[in-house]
């Protein structure tokens, strides 16, 4: 299985970024997927979640409004759109593979929620 990240860069407080992620190797329809990030000193965090089929969505309150998840099922590929940034959302961003269903965005992303993990792709946003 393999989950490739690319889109990520640096950018202006109030620009915009778009994030991608091409999945192989793994039945990418079955699975729910999500945008984890890190940041350093703080650890992971859920950024957002969607669901196998697209018509679920979830998101942290810190992006609720600016960051748009989707995915295209034809084309095996995750995306998260990323409006308004902040220089709080600077961060190493992760695609994510989700175990069962999607978790709760006040948990802790690890081992028992993800399946699959990206590589990362940084996002740094100047004030």
């Known amino acids: 299985a393999q989950l490739v990240e690319s889109g990520g860069g640096s950018v202006q407080a109030g620009g915009s970024l778009g994030l991608s992620c091409a999945a192989s190797?793994?039945?990418?329809?079955?699975?729910?997927m999500g945008w984890i990030r890190q940041v350093p000193v703080k650890g992971l965090e859920w950024v957002s979640t969607?669901?196998?089929?697209?018509?679920?969505?979830n998101y942290a309150d810190s992006v609720q409004g600016r960051f748009t998840i989707s995915r295209d099922h034809a084309k095996k590929t995750l995306y998260l759109q990323m409006n308004s940034l902040k220089p709080e959302d600077t961060a190493t961003y992760y695609c994510?593979?989700?175990?069962?269903?999607?978790?709760?965005?006040?948990?802790?992303?690890?081992?028992?929620?993800?399946?699959?993990w990206g590589q990362g792709t940084q996002v740094t946003v100047s004030s």
């Open positions: 969607i669901s196998t089929g697209g018509d679920t969505t």
């Open positions: 190797g793994f039945d990418f329809n079955a699975y729910a």
């Open positions: 994510a593979a989700l175990i069962g269903s999607m978790p709760s965005m006040t948990t802790s992303p690890g081992g028992d929620s993800v399946a699959y």
